[in-house]
């Protein structure tokens, strides 16, 4: 049995064009082969003793550290802002002239308050031959004592600063 020489002919021809896409895809897959090796190389490290992923484990360690030490500070300060609530931290003053034939606004009230507004406030009366000061509590801005307008006034301004502080 003989074949015919165009089929010989197409069957050469689809040979080569098969082994033509079969060097092709070869020479593809070198060079991806090739990419894969150099980014392998780049992952492992290139001193072979420090892998990519090493170090990127390692920082992930130190970031979790980090938000560690952050939730740690975070807790403290909530500490402190709660001690702080009950310090005095706001105080307003007011100097005035106590009496008409007095100068130079020697006399004067002070409010120590905390955050709720408790506290006391300072007032010092000065005469021409005497000095008296008296000491009010306030509790919530308020006073179970009866407060002269320079008192409810640096009363006054001390809540605001708390109010202010407070937002």
Do not use: C
Request: aromatic letters at 4%; charged letters at 25%.
């Amino acid at each position: 049995m003989s074949l015919d020489p165009n089929v010989v002919q197409y069957l050469a021809l689809a040979g080569a064009v098969a082994g033509g896409l079969a060097l092709i895809l070869a020479v593809a897959l070198g060079v991806r082969l090739r990419r894969m090796r150099r980014a392998y190389t780049v992952l492992q490290g290139e001193d072979g003793k420090t892998s990519f992923v090493d170090a990127v484990a390692r920082k992930t360690q130190e970031v979790d550290a980090l938000r560690a030490d952050v939730a740690s500070v975070q807790a403290r300060l909530d500490q402190v802002d709660a001690g702080l609530a009950d310090a005095i931290s706001h105080i307003a003053v007011v100097r005035y002239d106590a009496f008409s034939d007095m100068g130079g606004r020697l006399s004067f009230s002070v409010a120590l308050l905390d955050d709720q507004g408790d506290g006391l406030v300072l007032t010092s009366i000065n005469g021409r031959s005497e000095t008296r000061t008296y000491a009010k509590g306030v509790k919530a801005g308020t006073s179970e004592a009866s407060l002269s307008p320079e008192e409810e006034q640096v009363v006054g301004w001390a809540m605001r600063d708390a109010r202010r502080n407070r937002t």
